[in-house]
């Protein structure tokens, strides 16, 4: 099994499945914990680009006064499958973070709890995209709101996730 993480949490992903007695020795099938950084690239039969976001730069000086090595590390993903593209963006500081990967993409999955949502809805129709999937949506309320203004903003292409939804690509 290939498990992708930032380079920051590979030591400590490693040193937890030995916590849980998860021993890659004793393990039926091998594990590879492979970090990653900004423009790290995967190729296989798709291709996998990552694009670093602000959202964790909020914290750095909480990481000064705490002397802490993290490096706030926390990334978007660029997908294409043959010459379809899907662009995932985690979680972000602002819909600044992706704008420059959206053009093009068959889906935009945003996160929209880190994101103004009256921004995105006045952004998102710059783009070709074929559609935006928002994610990390919150408490039943907070879902509510969300699709009250993408109704009010007439925007045909966005969709809100939900439990086993799928995407054809």
Avoid: W
């Amino acid at each position: 099994m290939d498990i992708y993480v930032p380079t920051e949490f590979e030591k400590p992903l490693s040193d937890y499945l030995n916590a849980v007695y998860l021993f890659k020795e004793r393990l039926p099938f091998e594990i590879n914990i492979t970090g990653y950084e900004h423009h790290f690239e995967f190729y296989s039969n798709f291709s996998l680009d990552a694009f670093e976001t602000t959202h964790l730069q909020k914290y750095s000086e909480d990481l000064e006064k705490l002397k802490v090595p993290n490096k706030m590390q926390c990334y978007c993903f660029l997908i294409e499958v043959e010459k379809t593209k899907l662009f995932y963006s985690a979680d972000i500081g602002s819909f600044d973070d992706i704008k420059i990967h959206l053009d093009g993409c068959k889906y935009v999955i945003v996160e929209s709890t880190h994101i103004e949502i009256s921004e995105f809805l006045k952004e998102a129709p710059k783009f070709e995209v074929g559609k935006y999937v928002l994610s990390h949506l919150g408490s039943p309320d907070e879902v509510e709101n969300i699709a009250e203004k993408v109704k009010q903003s007439g925007i045909k292409n966005i969709r809100l996730a939900q439990d086993g939804m799928e995407l054809h690509i």
